[in-house]
């Protein structure tokens, strides 16, 4: 690697944004990115289908099983705007490597977990390496990608890791039926290695304005924020109620958020620079994508525990479930990047989140009274459908909405959202169907569907009035054009004009 970066180079390897697409140094980019933040997004699903093998052996409940999955999302989503700021300045494979590193390590300690606490300390370690290796991927490929082959970049990228996360269940039912639910987490070392391996080959690339100092206050504030707003929400639901712990936490959890906001405006080196958010465009994509994850993180959470404990499959069959996902992802998601690249990004990111309600509704509506085939199936192939049609241009749109040089500020904000969203969703959404009440995951799961249903067909609205606003502001001079869109002047996938710095959200 490259001197500049820190990291060592070998002869051939392309400078940072130089890497044209089909080549063999693409290729090396792409399996490293890909693998890296696929195995943290396989982790986070592969969890959920060994949730009752896991809760059967170290004796936990529904409240246990939510830390277990939501601990891993906590320092994920709560770190990532950090790790982005540390790519951004120390570069980004560097980080990437560090957070691949430390995952595998974590890993490890969940393996050797003997109590659920000892297993939820270990998951809290795994989303400090997700996080570092997470918003690193999609900087890598921004900056070390020619301009015109970004989009296609992103798109292959959002279809393979969104492969790696809908495979998860089925992984991991194979391998609690086959031995332990800990081998789970061994999958993790071989893809460690073959990362570490290929990201020594990766061209280095870095921020050259970014500050030095790091914002310490402002990830403890994060931390603590949604620590205490997730442990409110989980524990309404836990019975006996405990009315002064929840207030207590839920006020702790808003407070510190509310010093985390005061930081990142007043802090001279922010790991979110507020900035960017002027950004009509990169605020509004940003609001969609907590609606369609807060859905997605408790539908894989729910729907596999649901198929396990109201329907009698076996792991492997409940994973299994949701193999088509995995199969329309990796069918249509380049595709769809390419596609949005030619018409933009609003008309998918209106109807994939619309069609993704759409099949939270028909697995509500059959709520396992029918078999596979004719229950589970249609609406599985209709979620997988949508998210095949969404996942790519969201993506891109996000970091297209940002300068180039915020790319790993970009990719941590839109990751820390996602993630936080899901942390959230899985929180809150089986206390308000029910689930950890009396009616219990069989009669809490059509109530959370529609819940679902309704956050993802919001996403697609809130795109259907974006799409408008696109649309009006195509008809005005460029003048006015900036001063709607912070310097955004066409839909984020097309090529824009010859500028300085294009998408830029500094208004």
């Not at 859905?295 to 994973?319: K, N, R, T, W």
Request: proline residues 6%; aromatic residues 6%.
């Amino acid at each position: 690697m490259s001197g500049r970066g820190g990291f060592r180079r070998t002869g051939d390897a392309p400078e940072a944004g130089a890497i044209a697409w089909g080549t063999p140094a693409a290729r090396w980019l792409l399996t490293a990115t890909v693998l890296g933040s696929g195995m943290a997004f396989l982790d986070s699903t592969v969890v959920n289908v060994a949730l009752p093998a896991i809760g059967a052996e170290l004796g936990t409940g529904v409240a246990g099983l939510q830390w277990i999955s939501n601990s891993y999302l906590l320092t994920l989503s709560a770190l990532i705007l950090l790790s982005g700021a540390l790519g951004d300045r120390f570069g980004r494979v560097r980080v990437f490597a560090v957070g691949v590193a430390w995952f595998a390590l974590a890993s490890l300690l969940c393996v050797a977990a003997t109590s659920t606490e000892a297993l939820i300390a270990g998951r809290i370690a795994q989303g400090v390496g997700g996080a570092l290796l997470t918003p690193g991927s999609l900087a890598i490929l921004q900056t070390g990608f020619r301009k015109e082959d970004r989009g296609r970049a992103i798109g292959a990228w959002s279809g393979l890791t969104g492969v790696a996360s809908a495979v998860g269940p089925f992984v991991g039912g194979w391998l609690v039926d086959a031995g332990s639910w800990r081998l789970i987490f061994l999958l993790n070392l071989p893809l460690a290695a073959a990362v570490l391996l290929i990201a020594w080959r990766l061209p280095e690339s870095r921020d050259p304005a970014a500050h030095a100092r790091l914002d310490y206050a402002g990830a403890g504030a994060a931390v603590i924020g949604l620590a205490g707003v997730t442990y409110a929400l989980i524990a309404a639901g836990e019975q006996p109620f405990h009315p002064v712990r929840v207030l207590a936490s839920g006020a702790l959890g808003l407070a510190a958020l509310a010093v985390f906001l005061l930081v990142e405006r007043r802090g001279d080196h922010p790991m979110l620079p507020l900035s960017v958010f002027r950004s009509v465009r990169f605020s509004a994509v940003n609001v969609m994508t907590v609606l369609l994850y807060g859905a997605l993180g408790p539908l894989f959470f729910l729907l596999v525990i649901f198929l396990q404990e109201a329907m009698d499959y076996s792991a492997l069959a409940a994973g299994a479930a949701a193999l088509p996902i995995t199969l329309l992802m990796l069918a249509l998601s380049g595709r769809s990047g390419r596609l949005a690249e030619r018409i933009g990004p609003w008309t998918q990111l209106t109807l994939g989140p619309l069609v993704v309600a759409a099949g939270l509704v028909l697995l509500a509506l059959d709520n396992g009274r029918s078999g596979y085939l004719t229950g589970v199936l249609p609406g599985v192939l209709v979620v997988g459908a949508g998210l095949a049609a969404t996942v790519a241009p969201l993506t891109a749109t996000v970091l297209a909405s940002a300068p180039l040089r915020h790319a790993g500020v970009a990719s941590g904000v839109n990751n820390a959202v996602a993630r936080g969203a899901q942390l959230i969703g899985v929180a809150a959404v089986p206390v308000l169907a029910g689930v950890t009440g009396p009616r219990g995951v069989a009669g809490g799961f059509a109530p959370a569907m529609l819940i679902l249903a309704a956050l993802s067909a919001a996403a697609g609205l809130l795109a259907l009035v974006l799409l408008g606003r696109e649309r009006r502001a195509a008809a005005v001079p460029a003048e006015t054009r900036r001063a709607l869109f912070c310097g955004a002047e066409s839909p984020p996938l097309r090529t824009p004009p010859p500028r300085a710095e294009p998408g830029s959200g500094d208004g």
